[in-house]
């Protein structure tokens, strides 16, 4: 029920109970209507199941679905056939208590569906073992036996069930399912040789019919052809599209195997069924006096032997009723109207009792032996016709509907009864229900003398002309008064008019019901003449032979008739049921056209007012809607009340009543009984239910806050935990470097001391480091600082070790140097440096004004362009200064150098030539003038002694003069001063001296006096 709780605002109640409004008939359907629209075939009036038949498989069959239910209770799960099957299971096992199931509705509302889904439901989820599974098999395998010959397509069901069945399984002590027994109710025999139009005969015929193999269907004499039959035309429809004859055929064929059917006991049980198909077309012909006479001997033949009697006294006996006269038997001939009701009576004898046999047959198979196993239970599944209402309602209707009306009465007295003992065993005072007793109709039926059957027998026993209309006046003179009986003739003008002359209305609980008296009184005697039940029992059938026992022949007590054989039926059933705890399966039809989805409120109202479910449900509204053990609701719904929020500690009842109050229940809205609590409202109920969704959200809301925060915090802490190890492991990594590195460093430092120390000794560990340190530095530091240029004569000082290696470095350093420096030098520059080299070579450190030549490039003219053109061809110009030999007077002249001599001019006027090889020598101060002498041989005629110059690029011109004259050798510097020679052998002297200014003059001594500067040159 709290699933149905809160399931219901989404799809109508799971549970009438909580119908508020639940007296109207309007809330129920609608409620039902809405359900079924969304295949929610399965409805509960508290215990009660209500199933509408959907008309087409709902995948909710499935084994998963059993599992779902298996064990579950019967309130926390949706309502289904598998719930009640499961609950009846438990309380059997838990209370030890006999269970039964009673299943009802009208035709085709799917009773025997429920029926077979309940017994697949122990098949599968009970207990087994191998003796089990046969057990199991076979309780299976008996309903397509069964349907098979009791069940026929009638205008309603396709598959309807002719009799009525009540099944016990049997379980054993461990649950599991050991043994079964079926008793069958009221076989509709009359089927067997008349139905109406659009209706057929038990599938078995036309199983045979269809499916039978040749050589079988020889042997019986039968043709495959339904319509050569007159038992299975009279309905004119031997097919029906949704059956298939042949597969059941072969389904029923083996499972007549699984049940234990020797191929003997087949083959005779088949006898059987093609002997009442040959009965059936027996043809009858009269004779001059109006006696019936048989005018084909075919099915004669084939009668005697299937049905292994004498032809003779078969065919005597279909055309003869013995009558005892006076201690004399005679044998008077029937017309043919009698004979064949005679046929008729006999074709339904045989199969009406070969189907009692074949149920036997079943329970022979189906009995549990083990005799040590006394604690076996039971659980009882009744599928029994419904409640029916016919245009025309004859003596079978009236036996079913009575059939109901006791179910009635036991469902109420169950019902009422039990809810009372609740009370009571609660201590709960007992408030009684308003209802409406049907026993007065039961009693109508069933009272002895008084009651219809009895007045029933008693027309059919009594002597004279009785007759269906004598039986009907003489039900109007014993029970006319009763309030719910009226005929045609007690009838008031209204009702009249609704009824037929023939016809008795019975007032039942689920409504009003026309009978028609025809036939009641044959239907009630089921006569058959003794000569043909002779025949039967002299019949070497071994199925016949248990079916028509001999006893019968001699016995000399009536036979009960059939409605009060049914009537003791049913009381043996109520006796069965009362000793069981019962469930109900209350089955209805959503329309009368087998449609899936198609709700028909005229017909399921219909339904539901004689299934009396308003009436279940007003008894079960009655005391209290709901009502739950304490543990079970204080479990619920503990949550509502800070109190008993997580757990209430102290007694049950008391936890619960904390929680009622803290609820706000009024005290007209609850009882407490000893073990439950009463609710008397569903909306109290709802009440609680929607504070518990709310709460339930609230508390979702906290857990998964609380959830998220403990894995959050959790995430987090394994986080932190991982940063602080991987920290750890970091900051380990980083020391442990540190610590490395300082190692290192410290080594570095000891082995640089150590190596310091030992730095003089030999190579050897202790200083092989700082060496090679030393030298490494060395080289490195050379790397870096070596020398630019050729000029750069730095060079780092070599540690002791390296002092060859280095001298060697520093070499190659300058040769590299030069090399690179002569690859970049050009022919000219080459020129000015030889000429430079020849000018060091010369001067170097003996003429005080070499220094300052030294950067001042040496040119190939210093005269002025227009004089040097005038000059001609020459190597070398420069101006100079020529001192005569007489008075040293000073005369600008230019110097001129040419291949072969030098030449002195004056204004582009030669005025001396002394040619290289006349040129003796030349004489140079060693101070800074630039006064400079050329000696010539004073042999030579054409010179006039020796010439005194002065040039202001002495240097130069000298170096030039010496490479041109190649008179390096021949230049002579010298110190204080220089005699040359004048012409005819004299010599003049030049004295130099350092001064503060340049002065070239004639001294007084007649010396010439050069006074040089230390910057001049
Ligand atoms: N739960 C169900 N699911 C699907 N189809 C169903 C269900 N119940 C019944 N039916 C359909 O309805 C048909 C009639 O059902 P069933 O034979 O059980 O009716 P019944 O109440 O036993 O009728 P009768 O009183 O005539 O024997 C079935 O053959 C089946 O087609
Ligand atoms: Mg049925």
């Keep these: 029920m709290e699933s149905a709780l809160t399931a219901r605002d989404r799809v109508g109640v799971q549970d009438f109970v909580l119908l508020e409004n639940y007296t109207s008939e309007a809330a129920f359907i609608e409620n039902l209507r809405k359900r079924f629209k969304e295949n929610l075939i399965y409805t509960y009036i508290s215990s009660v199941l209500v199933s509408v038949n959907p008309y087409k498989d709902l995948e909710i069959y499935t084994k998963n679905h059993m599992e779902r239910y298996r064990g579950v209770n019967f309130y926390e799960v949706s309502p289904h056939i598998y719930a009640t099957s499961d609950n009846s299971y438990r309380s059997m096992r838990t209370e030890r208590r006999d269970q039964c199931i009673l299943i009802s509705g009208e035709s085709g509302a799917g009773k025997t569906e429920a029926s077979k889904k309940i017994l ?53 002590f461990k649950g ?35 499916g039978g193999e040749e050589d079988l269907l020889r042997r019986l004499g039968l043709e495959r052809n339904p319509q050569h039959y007159q038992y299975l035309v009279k309905g004119n429809c031997p097919k029906v599209s949704s059956i298939n004859d042949r597969s059941d055929w072969k389904q029923v064929r083996k499972a007549l195997t699984v049940i234990g059917f020797s191929e003997d006991e087949v083959e005779e049980l088949m006898n059987i069924i093609s002997s009442v198909l040959h009965l059936g077309n027996m043809q009858y012909g009269g004779d001059d006096g109006g006696s019936a006479c048989i005018t084909s001997d075919t099915q004669i033949k084939y009668l005697s032997r299937l049905l292994g009697v004498s032809g003779t006294v078969l065919t005597e006996a279909l055309t003869h009723r013995k ?66 209402v016919f245009q025309y309602n004859s003596f079978e209707q009236f036996c079913i509907n009575y059939c109901n009306e006791k179910l009635q009465q036991l469902f109420i007295e169950l019902t009422l009864k039990s809810e009372q003992e609740e009370y009571e065993a609660e201590g709960i005072t007992w408030e009684p229900v308003q209802y409406f007793n049907n026993k007065i109709i039961c009693d109508l039926v069933e009272e002895k003398f008084k009651g219809i059957i009895s007045i029933l027998d008693e027309e059919c026993l009594r002597p004279g002309d009785a007759s269906d209309i004598t039986f009907l006046e003489k039900l109007e003179d014993t029970v006319g008064s009763h309030p719910h009986f009226v005929t045609h003739k007690l009838a008031d003008t209204k009702t009249r008019k609704l009824m037929g002359r023939e016809e008795f209305r019975l007032l039942h609980y689920a409504g009003d019901v026309n009978y028609n008296v025809n036939g009641f009184l044959d239907k009630n005697n089921d006569l058959l003449y003794r000569n043909l039940k002779e025949v039967m029992c002299m019949s070497e059938n071994k199925i016949l032979t248990q079916c028509f026992d001999r006893e019968e022949l001699t016995d000399k007590k009536r036979p009960d008739t059939a409605a009060t054989q049914f009537k003791s039926s049913l009381a043996k059933l109520m006796e069965i049921l009362m000793s069981k705890e019962p469930s109900y399966v209350r089955c209805i039809k959503p329309n009368d056209s087998k449609q899936a989805g198609r709700f028909d409120e005229v017909l399921i109202r219909h339904q539901v007012k004689y299934l009396g479910l308003m009436e279940n449900l ?196 300058m040769q590299n140097m030069v090399w690179t420096y002569c690859k970049k030098i050009s022919p000219e520059w080459k020129h000015q440096m030889e000429q430079k080299t020849v000018a060091s070579e010369l001067f170097k450190d003996k003429k005080d004004n070499y220094p300052q030549s030294v950067p001042k490039l040496f040119v190939s003219t210093r005269l002025s362009t227009k004089m040097a053109q005038l000059e001609g061809q020459h190597q070398y110009a420069v101006p100079v200064t020529k001192y005569d030999r007489n008075g040293y007077r000073a005369r600008p002249r230019q110097l001129l150098l040419t291949g072969d001599s030098i030449v002195i001019v004056e204004e582009g006027k030669m005025k001396q030539r002394i040619e290289y090889g006349a040129l003796k020598g030349i004489s140079v101060s060693s101070l800074s003038d630039g006064v400079f002498v050329l000696h010539v041989p004073s042999t030579d005629n054409k010179q006039k002694g020796d010439v005194v110059l002065q040039s202001d690029h002495v240097i130069e011109t000298l170096t030039k003069v010496a490479i041109c004259g190649e008179k390096a050798d021949n230049v002579n510097i010298n110190q204080g001063s220089i005699t040359f020679a004048l012409s005819q052998g004299k010599e003049g002297v030049i004295d130099f001296t350092p001064g503060s200014e340049l002065l070239v003059a004639k001294a007084k001594n007649g010396h010439l006096a050069v006074v040089s500067t230390q910057t001049s040159g």
Excluded at 135 to 158: C, H, I, M
Excluded at 648 to 676: A, N
């Design 120 to 172: 697949q439901y122990y098949a599968v989820t009970c207990p087994a073992s191998d003796q089990v599974q046969t057990v199991k098999d076979r309780l299976l395998q008996s309903n397509p036996v069964l349907e098979a010959f009791g069940n026929a397509k009638t205008l309603r069901n396709d598959n309807s069930s002719r009799f009525g069945k009540y099944m016990d399984i049997q379980f054993d």
């Design 323 to 388: 009558i005892i006269a006076k201690g004399e038997e005679l044998m008077s001939p029937l017309n043919i109207e009698q004979a064949s009701a005679a046929r008729d009576a006999l074709s339904k004898a045989v199969y009406g009792r070969t189907f009692t046999w074949l149920v036997n047959k079943i329970n022979g198979s189906l009995a549990y032996t083990d005799e040590s196993n006394k604690n076996s239970s039971v659980i009882g599944l009744l599928d029994i016709y419904g409640f029916e």
């Design 618 to 813: 007003r008894v079960r509204r009655a005391g209290f809607a709901y009502r739950r053990r304490y543990e079970i609701f204080l479990q619920r719904y503990k949550s509502l009340c800070p109190d008993t929020w997580p757990n209430w500690q102290g007694k049950l009842p008391e936890g619960v009543s904390t929680l009622v109050k803290h609820l706000g229940y009024k005290p007209e809205e609850y009882k407490m009984g000893r073990s439950k609590i009463f609710i008397r409202f569903p909306k109290t109920l709802f009440a609680t239910e929607d504070a518990l969704e709310t709460r339930k959200q609230s508390l979702a809301t906290k857990l998964q806050a609380g959830w998220k925060g403990y894995t959050q915090k959790t995430k987090y802490q394994k986080l932190r935990r991982s940063a602080i190890r991987i920290e750890a492991w970091w900051r380990g990594i980083l020391a442990r470097r540190r610590a490395q590195r300082r190692r290192k460093a410290s080594d570095t430092i000891r082995r640089f001391i150590r190596g310091f120390i030992y730095r003089h000794q030999e190579r050897c560990p202790q200083n092989e480091y700082f060496l090679d340190y030393v030298r490494y530095a060395f080289l490195m530091n050379l790397h870096r600082n070596a020398p630019k240029n050729v000029l750069d004569k730095s060079w780092p000082t070599p540690p002791p070790a390296l002092t060859e290696a280095s001298e060697h470095l520093r070499k190659m350093c």
């Design 176 to 210: 599991a399912p050991v043994g079964g027994h079926i008793i069958n109710y009221l076989l509709e025999k009359s089927r067997v040789v008349h139905q109406n139009h659009g209706e057929r005969n038990f599938h078995i015929f036309y199983q045979l019919i269809e």
